[in-house]
Structure formats: structure tokens, C-alpha cells
């Protein structure tokens, strides 16, 4: 059996397990473990010895450091109260327009999301915050908790993010580039979803009633309480892209900042730090499981020659490069249904990137054409975290709700997976959306 048709085997065993629903850390590490012993003839000690080294030599990467920090960072937000700042400051200048609660929600998870970087928290964070009062004004079921499912996806959109991260560390690419690049689509996702609750309130006014109109000087004060945490996302992109702090400083500098501001808040205690420190490192545990299950699932990948004789096939098949990247998009759209986004990123990347690596894209350079896969892989991953049957967000702001069913949850999504798909289409046909702001600081 040749090491190519190994390769689709385990994969199919891969799919099998998640459907078992076998974590897919451990999954991934069967399955690599399983398919190293094969195409070694059954010789166990090649493989004790990969191990031996396999977790050292990803638990010592300094890169990953930042992904606990990062994650410290957003908890610190979360138990501080700052989503509770960002979602008044949104709203004050929102609330009063139809729909307005809802955008406000949308715009808060954005600004959450800036020093946040995970989807799942974003919306768990912002739909405790914001469900409350979009049931106080009478929002819909459908309309309030659909614009929360697609806000939360503004956690790994706006940078930083935990998936681009990965991203970068398994690709060698510059995290502050893929920063930067992922800021124009987060804000361009932001306002096509604030789009369609305006749409979706046209169409059914009854759906989201305007709020009180908020005095000036109100919304100047949730203005200036709010200011710090906008400075925090600022300098962590900007010191990491401007060269002032790698990535791991600026992240340092980022925690540090946000466990300052939710101690200046009031509502930061040794309780709240607690729950900041114990969530920080099972998230970090969980992520780092799963790194080491694709570290062994890629290394009995590379023995098989899979990836690269996939990708030579392709490059000599003469398909057209914009229908590759479309059959690899709708792949991350239907493997969204088993699994969530890290581990489409972990699994997938080490197979699609050389595909997409050895095509030609409008001409672009190697650089310009990693960094924008990447965002746009991004983007395709954070579907799922809001189709069916798996949707990860729908069912985290449903069960918040209570009282709303979950098919009006799904029903209520489906105008922000519209928006997703012009989004993507755009980014494919002008990768610059993405690469402006990357060329236009030098990149």
C-alpha cells in the first residue's frame, strides 16, 4: 500500500473518531501513533524515540508562549468587567436606532474580541452581558441571539487570535503581519453583520425596537472609561507589527495591562483572579493537547508522503488555482461540522498549504500569498463555529437565552452566514483587503 493511500486511511479513521466523539487531541494522536507504527513494519522504537522528543520540542517553542498570555488576557476582560464597559460605550452611540441593541452587541464582541482572541469566549462573555438587555427592549429570539452566535465569531477574527497564531507557528509566518492583515476583514465582518441586523429590522420592525436615546455626556463618560481597553489592543498590534515588542512582550504587556484595568474596575477580586488563573491554564492544557495529537498526526503524515505528493498532483493537474482554493474552502466548510476551529487549523494546514503555496494567486509573492490563505482560512473556520450541526457559539448563546428555541437560534444565523460568504468571495477576488495594511506599514 503506498504511503499516499496510508495517509487518506488514517484521515478516514480520523473522521470516524470524531464522529465516536473522541477528543481530538487524543484522536489525532491514535491515529498518528497507529499510522507511524504501520509504515514502519510495526518497529516500536523509531516511534518511542519520536516521542521522546515530540513533546519537548513543542512545549519548548517560545512562540506558544503567547497563547497563555493572550488567554490570560482575555479572562482578566472577562472577570474585570471591561465586556461590561465595552458593551455600554457600543450602545450609548447604538442603542437608540432599530436594531441598535443588536449592533451594539456586535460592536462590543468586536471590541472584546481585541483582547480576547477566543470565539467561544467572546460569546459566552458578551451574550451573559448583552442577552439581558435585548430581552429588556423585546428583541426576538431569533434576532438577539443569532447577532450574538456571529459576534462571538469576531473573537479569533479580531486580532489577536489564538487560531492565527497556530497559524503562523505551524506555517513560519510573521504573527504581527497576520495581525495586521486580519484587522481590515475583522472590521469588514463586524460591519456586514451590523448590516444585516439592519436589514433583518427593516424587513420586520417588531424584531428589534430602538432604545432611549443616550445624552452626550453620558456617551462621552462611557467613552473615557473605555479608552484603556482600546489602548491595550493598540499597543499590543502596534508594539508587535512596529517592531517595538515580539510577540510574547507585547502579550505580556497586554495581560499585565487588562489585569491592571479589572483590578482599577472594582469588580476584580481574589475570587475573580482565581477563576482567571485556573481558566487561563485549562484552556492552555487543552490547546497544547491538541498540538501534541497533530504533532504526531503530521509527523506519520510526512513518513507517508502525503502531503507533497498531493500537493505535485495538484500542481500538475492544470485545475485552476481559484477552483482548488474553492473545493479546499468548501472542505473547511463541511469538516467545520465535526470538529472546531483549532483543530481544522492543526489538521489541515499542513496539507492545503503546500497546494496553495505551489499555485499562482494574481501574481502574488510567497509572503503575500501565505499571509492571505491564512486570513482567509480564518475566516472559513470561523463559520463553523455558527453552522450546523455542530455551531459551537449557537449553542453556547441558546443555552444562555433559556427560552429560545434552537432551531429560531440556527434560523437567526443564517443572515450572518450569508454576509460570510460575500465576505470570502470579496477577499478571493481582492486579496488586498487583507495585504493593504501589511504593504501600506512596510510590510
Not at 482567509?376 to 450546523?388: D, K, N, S
Not at 450572518?416 to 483587503?433: E, G, K, N, T, Y
Request: hydrophobic residues 55%.
Amino acid at each position: 500500500m503506498s504511503g499516499t493511500s496510508v495517509g487518506f486511511i488514517i484521515f478516514g479513521i480520523l473522521l470516524m473518531l470524531l464522529v465516536l466523539r473522541v477528543p481530538i487531541g487524543i484522536a489525532m494522536f491514535m491515529c498518528g501513533a497507529g499510522g507511524y507504527l504501520y509504515l514502519l513494519g510495526g518497529e516500536t522504537l523509531p516511534l518511542l524515540n519520536s516521542l521522546k522528543n515530540l513533546a519537548y520540542a513543542r512545549l519548548s517553542n517560545y512562540d506558544l508562549v503567547v497563547i497563555p498570555l493572550f488567554l490570560l488576557m482575555g479572562q482578566f476582560a472577562t472577570h474585570g468587567g471591561l465586556s461590561k464597559l465595552l458593551f455600554h460605550f457600543v450602545s450609548a452611540f447604538l442603542g437608540h436606532r432599530k436594531g441598535g441593541i443588536a449592533m451594539a452587541s456586535i460592536g462590543a464582541c468586536a471590541g472584546f474580541g481585541a483582547i480576547c482572541g477566543s470565539s467561544l469566549a467572546t460569546a459566552a462573555t458578551m451574550g451573559q452581558v448583552a442577552l439581558p438587555e435585548l430581552r429588556r427592549f423585546g428583541y426576538s429570539g431569533s434576532l438577539a441571539t443569532g447577532a450574538l452566535a456571529a459576534g462571538g465569531t469576531l473573537g479569533i477574527m479580531i486580532p489577536p487570535s489564538v487560531p492565527l497564531v497556530i497559524y503562523a507557528i505551524l506555517t513560519q509566518e510573521s504573527i504581527g503581519k497576520l495581525f495586521m492583515a486580519a484587522v481590515v476583514p475583522g472590521i469588514l465582518a463586524m460591519l456586514g453583520y451590523m448590516i444585516v441586523v439592519q436589514i433583518v429590522v427593516h424587513l420586520n420592525p417588531s424584531a428589534g425596537p430602538a432604545g432611549p436615546r443616550v445624552p452626550w455626556p453620558e456617551r462621552l463618560k462611557s467613552l473615557f472609561a473605555v479608552l484603556p481597553v482600546l489602548l491595550v489592543f493598540v499597543v499590543v498590534i502596534v508594539g508587535i507589527y512596529g517592531g517595538w515588542a515580539n510577540p510574547t512582550e507585547a502579550a505580556s504587556i497586554g495581560a499585565a495591562a487588562c489585569g491592571v484595568l479589572a483590578l482599577f474596575s472594582g469588580n476584580f477580586g481574589l475570587v475573580q483572579l482565581k477563576h482567571s488563573l485556573l481558566g487561563t491554564a485549562q484552556a492552555t492544557a487543552m490547546i497544547f493537547l491538541v498540538l501534541l495529537g497533530a504533532d504526531m498526526l503530521n509527523t506519520a503524515l510526512a513518513l507517508s508522503q502525503m502531503p507533497g505528493e498531493l500537493a505535485e498532483w495538484v500542481k500538475g493537474s492544470g485545475f485552476p488555482p481559484l477552483l482548488v482554493m474553492a473545493m479546499i474552502l468548501l472542505i473547511y466548510i463541511l469538516l467545520g461540522c465535526v470538529m472546531d476551529a483549532l483543530a481544522m487549523i492543526l489538521l489541515t494546514i499542513p496539507i492545503f498549504y503546500p497546494m496553495v503555496m505551489g499555485l499562482d494567486f494574481w501574481g502574488m509573492s510567497q509572503t503575500d500569498k501565505s499571509i492571505w490563505f491564512g486570513i482567509l482560512a480564518l475566516m472559513v473556520v470561523e463559520i463553523g463555529l455558527v453552522h450546523p450541526p455542530v455551531g459551537m457559539n449557537v449553542y453556547i448563546i441558546n443555552r444562555l437565552a433559556g427560552n429560545v428555541p434552537l432551531v429560531e437560534t440556527f434560523k437567526g444565523v443564517i443572515p450572518f452566514l450569508a454576509s460570510d460568504l460575500i465576505r470570502i468571495v470579496l477577499l478571493v477576488f481582492f486579496p488586498m483587503i487583507s495585504l493593504y495594511l501589511v504593504h501600506a506599514f512596510g510590510g
